[in-house]
């Protein structure tokens, strides 16, 4: 009778990190996708940009200056005369909400510096400018 020779299988002492791995990139496609819709504008602005950038994740007043020079308050365009009390009701339904200015990057500075000025004295305290990161 021959001795049986038994081969043990040994034991994995490692961790299968693969799993781990598919639902990190799941996570990352599906922040990606739902990053860009925080801030949802429906007029095309070419922003400027920089090298870093905040998020916000509140409820924000979204005011949008176009190439043109038209100024848009949560994608309805005001006339920059009807801008400061288009914003005291906008901040009266939403009191202390960020304001976002996006501005195009071609649009005349003076412009931008007028919706800032309207802005502080609409009684707006948290106010940003919205750039594009550089790559």
């Given at each position: 009778m021959r001795g049986r020779t038994r081969v043990r299988a040994g034991l994995i002492a490692g961790i299968n990190i693969t799993p781990l791995t598919d639902v990190v990139l799941v996570l990352l496609v599906?922040?990606?996708?739902?990053?860009p819709l925080l801030i949802r504008s429906e007029i095309k602005v070419n922003l400027p940009r920089t090298a870093a950038a905040d998020a916000?994740?509140?409820k924000?007043?979204?005011v949008t200056i176009d190439s043109a020079g038209n100024v848009y308050v949560d994608g309805g365009r005001v006339a920059l005369a009807?801008?400061?009390p288009t914003l005291s009701a906008a901040l009266g339904k939403r009191p202390n909400?960020?304001?976002i200015i996006?501005?195009?990057r071609?649009?005349?500075?003076?412009?931008?510096v007028r919706v800032l000025e309207i802005a502080r004295t609409?009684?707006?305290n948290k106010l940003s400018l919205a750039v594009e990161v550089k790559k």
């Open positions: 599906i922040f990606m996708i739902a990053t916000a994740a509140q924000t007043i979204v009807q801008l400061a909400a960020p304001v996006m501005g195009d071609d649009v005349r500075y003076d412009l931008v609409s009684g707006v």
